[in-house]
């Protein structure tokens, strides 16, 4: 009996993005910049001809210093970026811990929030109504559900932010920083709940800045370097690299000081 | 990865497609609970920690039309030039209310929702459509109120002119829509729009037969000013909502721009041309909202 193969969940093929950088915005920084013979833009590349593939049910790791392309490449296979040139395709739906947060309103309250923010997150409103106690559960903030979010304390609102995004249930699960939230008993609680959406097959691409961790978590490391993949494999060969990455550029900043 | 499961589709895998691609107005639509709880969204937070709430809504225009009813009307002595000057006066300012509103709101649609849209892909018209829904929210108390006053000034609805106000409705929701969706756009690159729009209000309001009639126009200008001033989308539908609600009221010696009608069908034919290139430009600017917000 032949197995399937397992079906390609991400496939990026010869992604390049580049991002502009303007230094003046208004007529007169302009005119100042032309009169000093200044440049008035300089554009650098994010990301340079990235190819990768995903398989569904794999854990990636993202990995690499700041500036290196991991958030840029998270946000190109979210679909709120366009790459320049090549192509992102991603199968089923996909949700992410992109900056958990952004989508909870402070003027709202609690269980406003809940309901918009998993919309806006791609939840029907069936689905809302039958996990609503879930994610409140998770959340530990049922005594302040009726409080505008602007009283909670920063715990509190990332707690609740976390635990609505981990609950909807995406094919593609995407995971940018948003694991250093909250105290450690909520982080275990949220370790706990990655791996449960992990062992359930979806997919799921993590940026952090744990190396540890990652590598326990994650069955496969890709290592960013100046916006190219330098190594795709072993997670602990990949923190690895890393770690070289970032003792060089410690080096490099100690060198230049004295 | 064998001890995992693949989660199970019903009808077999999703196929591979490109992120970010299933936007657009028809998207929109189809997900009206989220657009719902964006408007609600809106108006809760604006109104949030106010004592009147909802009730601002009320009091924006009443002031406004106060100020124009004494001084234009009475002070000025319009109230003898125009029968039943307030009700003409109100007819028209709801609909420009709800058009400047609506395009004030539009434009900072996207700029205000930045950290969302650079977070989570959601179809960007999403939020120009809430900004018109908002406006819309605000127009019903006036227009209810505009209803009353026409009644008590011995106004009854006629179909002709009911007609003449879907059509004048019709035109200030598509050029506000179209307006809209092409300012958000375009402000995302450029701010100064904001400011723009923001002297544009002082012009709507007075390039308009609202506070005075048109033959004003007529008598103190050009022709060729006059032509111009009746071919604004917006001249066509004030005037057929003066028609339906407070004409029918009067004795009826007021005298509307010629062929009313005929101009409002070419009015709304351009708005329908407009609101088309604006989500054209919409749909291309959206592209770089992410990396330009």
Not at chain 2, 148 to 171: D, E, N, Q, T
Not at chain 2, 233 to 252: D, H, I, K, N
Request: glycine fraction near 10%; proline fraction near 5%; charge should be positive.
């Amino acid at each position: 009996m032949a197995i399937p193969p397992i079906p390609e969940s991400i496939v990026i093929d010869a992604v390049s993005k580049q991002f502009t950088l303007r230094h003046a915005r208004s007529i007169r920084e302009m005119t100042i910049r032309a009169v000093r013979r200044q440049s008035l833009s300089e554009t650098f590349n994010a990301l340079d001809d990235v190819s990768l593939t995903i398989y569904q049910g794999e854990t990636v790791a993202l990995m690499g210093l700041n500036g290196s392309g991991k958030s840029t490449l998270l946000k190109l296979i979210s679909g709120v970026m366009r790459p320049d040139s090549g192509s992102v395709r991603v199968r089923g739906r996909i949700a992410g811990l992109i900056d958990v947060g952004a989508g909870l309103h402070p003027d709202l309250t609690g269980r406003e929030n809940v309901y918009l923010n998993a919309a806006i997150l791609g939840m029907s409103e069936a689905e809302i109504k039958r996990k609503f106690d879930t994610i409140v559960e998770f959340s530990g903030v049922e005594r302040f559900l009726d409080n505008q979010v602007r009283f909670y304390s920063s715990g509190m609102f990332m707690r609740l932010a976390f635990s609505i995004a981990a609950h909807t249930e995406p094919d593609v699960f995407l995971v940018d920083e948003a694991l250093a939230v909250g105290d450690p008993p909520f982080r275990e609680k949220c370790l706990k709940r990655i791996r449960e959406l992990r062992g359930e097959g979806r997919t799921m691409v993590i940026v952090a800045h744990d190396i540890e961790m990652l590598t326990r978590l994650c069955d496969r490391g890709v290592t960013l370097r100046q916006g190219r993949v330098i190594f795709d494999g072993d997670p602990a060969e990949a923190g690895k690299l890393w770690r070289q990455d970032r003792q060089a550029k410690r080096a490099a900043i100690q060198a230049g000081k004295p | 990865m064998s001890e995992r499961t693949v989660p199970a589709h019903a009808g077999g895998l999703p196929p591979l497609v490109a992120p970010g691609t299933g936007g657009g107005l028809r998207h929109v639509l189809k997900d009206r609970y989220l657009l719902r709880l964006l408007v609600r969204r809106e108006l809760k937070a604006r109104y949030k920690g106010s004592l009147l709430g909802l009730g601002w809504s009320y009091v924006r225009p009443a002031v406004h039309f106060s100020v124009y009813f004494f001084v234009v009307g009475v002070f000025l002595g319009m109230d003898r030039h125009v029968e039943h000057f307030p009700i003409y006066l109100f007819s028209g300012m709801v609909l420009v209310n709800l058009f400047t509103e609506t395009i004030h709101s539009c434009t900072r649609s996207v700029t205000g929702n930045g950290p969302l849209i650079k977070k989570v892909f959601l179809p960007r018209e999403l939020f120009p459509v809430a900004s018109l829904l908002v406006s819309l929210v605000h127009f019903l108390p006036g227009f209810g109120i505009m209803l009353g006053g026409a009644l008590a000034y011995g106004w009854r609805p006629s179909p002709a002119g009911l007609a003449g106000a879907v059509l004048g409705f019709a035109i200030i929701i598509v050029l506000g829509l179209g307006i809209g969706l092409l300012f958000a756009g375009i402000n995302v690159f450029f701010r100064d729009l904001e400011q723009v729009v923001d002297i544009m209000m002082i012009v709507i309001t007075w390039s308009v037969p609202m506070i005075y009639p048109w033959w004003h126009v007529r008598d103190q200008a050009p022709g060729w000013v006059l032509e111009t001033y009746l071919a604004n989308p917006l001249v066509s539908a004030v005037s057929l909502f003066q028609r339906a609600f407070w004409f029918p009221g009067t004795r009826g010696d007021f005298t509307f721009p010629p062929d009313m009608y005929g101009r409002a069908a070419i009015s709304l034919a351009v708005a329908g041309l407009v609101f088309l290139a604006g989500s054209l430009v919409f749909a291309r600017a959206q592209q770089r909202f992410a990396q330009e917000l």
